[in-house]
């Protein structure tokens, strides 16, 4: 890895690895002194990087991940059932951020995140979704799994926010039917792809973020 990836970042700004136990390895990219903060997810496609623009500005520590198959993490093949990518997440978190206060995803991402808090509750003491929820705005066939963790996780006092960025009125709807107590929010300062396919994290601000992080740890008000 060249020593210059990060050049013109504010620092300290590094790259980290852990060998999980299928044997594959889990990279991701560490903001800020000190343990993080929040850990984040990409959607399909992308990685630990696309998160660059809002964590250049959020003046806390936080960890982005590249998911398996995807950035620097082994990529034997590309993985996009949530539920195969819990476990090196789980492990990676564990390794790289055993303390985080919260952990945020979009698209694919945020799917696994959720698979993540179905699976592993205790490592998601609070969960941010940016523009995606299970089934929405794709069919998933994990779907029902996904979304009885969800109830589950905010039943248990975890604080669960949402970002509507192009999200349908029949998922926020599914939202609150099925988890009464999150937290929907507008998408100021976010915007969803053309085609309508899940955001990027390149879309978000520094400071929406900083916001979502703040009120997402803390405050479990329907909307």
Known sequence: MSDHEFAGLPGPVQRRWVTVSTGDHVSGVAWGPGPPEVVLLHAAGGSARDWDGPLAGLGRPALALDLPGHGRSSRHTAVYAPRKLVLPIAEAIRSFAPKAKA?????????????????????????????????HPAPSDDAEYLWQGLARLAAGGAPVTVVRDGLSDAAVAELTE??????????????????????????????????????????????
């Open 178 to 223: 099925r988890v009464p107590s999150a937290r929907l929010v507008a998408s100021e300062g976010h915007s969803s792809a053309p085609d309508g396919s899940p955001p990027t994290a390149a879309g978000l601000t520094a400071a929406r973020l900083a916001d979502l992080l703040l009120t997402g740890s803390t405050t479990r008000s329907t909307s």
């Open 103 to 135: 952990v945020a995803g979009t698209g694919l991402g945020a799917l696994a995140a959720a698979a993540l808090a179905a699976r592993h509750p205790h490592l998601v003491p609070a969960l941010i979704l940016i523009g995606t929820l299970p089934g």
